[in-house]
């Protein structure tokens, strides 16, 4: 897989990115089969062998459990390899989720996903969104929150993992990257992918395989042949099915020319 620019942002990423949420939770999820909570030996494994895969987008969050702590400990000494992208506004503790948008709480945020992942600079932080996306840019201080650390340097792109096509609209006046659902039976945000793409701004998709409820080739197919897509973030703990998904990428973009 040849990387792809994310929009005007100066980072690439894989057209197949890693989503690390299974390898820190398996508490209070959205899939349809339980899992057991790797190891911290196969968790950095599974790492290892992702970044060999070609790989080169890695997304986590605070909410995810041990996966930032994981990735830290596991790829510090790769840091380079990969772009990395976490989140900020939720954190899960006790089997809970807890959301926090404040000025000071995003701060926090920020500091301890640095301490965890083991770096100095983060790639793409994302607002973690419960849904109420348009209330969480217009009346929280997240947003000049996130452009002050990226002009202090100390996030280079920021943007908005939320749930509504509204709400993804009105991030493209202040986003550098958004993170959508999107897939063959949820085209909602079909129209502002497009919007984004054309500002310049970089789309990774989540859930492009609707949970692992639609066959990986077609869903694979139908989100990185969209154009304005950059990168279909998948999770896993099987690093055979995720071998499988980069095949099918690369198979599927061949001979075509990179959003």
């Known amino acids: 897989m040849n990387p792809r620019p994310l929009g005007k942002t100066g980072l690439s990423v894989s057209p197949i990115g890693f989503g690390a949420f299974k390898i820190g939770r398996n508490e209070k999820t ?112 997240v947003v000049p929150t996130l452009c002050e650390l990226k002009k202090q340097g100390i996030v280079r792109a920021i943007g908005l993992s939320g749930k509504t096509p509204a709400g993804a609209d009105l991030a493209l006046d202040w986003a550098d990257v958004l993170m959508v659902e999107y897939h063959l039976h949820d085209q909602s945000h079909a129209e502002v992918i497009a919007a984004a793409a054309g500002r310049g701004l970089g789309v990774i998709v989540k859930k492009g395989l609707a949970s692992g409820k639609l066959p990986a080739d077609r869903a694979i197919r139908f989100v990185l042949g969209n154009p304005g897509v950059a990168s279909l973030v998948v999770g896993g703990l099987n690093i055979e099915h995720i071998r499988s998904n980069v095949a099918m990428a690369a198979t599927d973009l061949d001979g075509l020319t990179p959003s």
């Open 30 to 141: 959205k899939y349809s089969q339980p899992y057991p909570l790797p190891d911290d030996q196969t968790a950095e494994r599974l790492l290892n062998g992702i970044l060999d895969l070609g790989i080169t987008h890695i997304d986590t969050a605070p909410a995810y459990g041990l996966s930032e702590e994981r990735i830290g400990r596991s790829l510090a000494h790769r840091r380079r390899e990969f772009t990395l992208s976490t989140k900020v506004g939720e954190i899960f503790e006790q089997g809970l989720s807890r959301y926090d948008f404040s000025a000071q709480a995003v701060r926090a945020s920020v500091e301890h996903s640095l301490q965890r992942l083991r770096t100095d600079v983060l790639d793409i932080v994302f607002i973690h969104s419960h849904g109420a996306d348009m209330e969480i840019q217009q009346s929280s201080d």
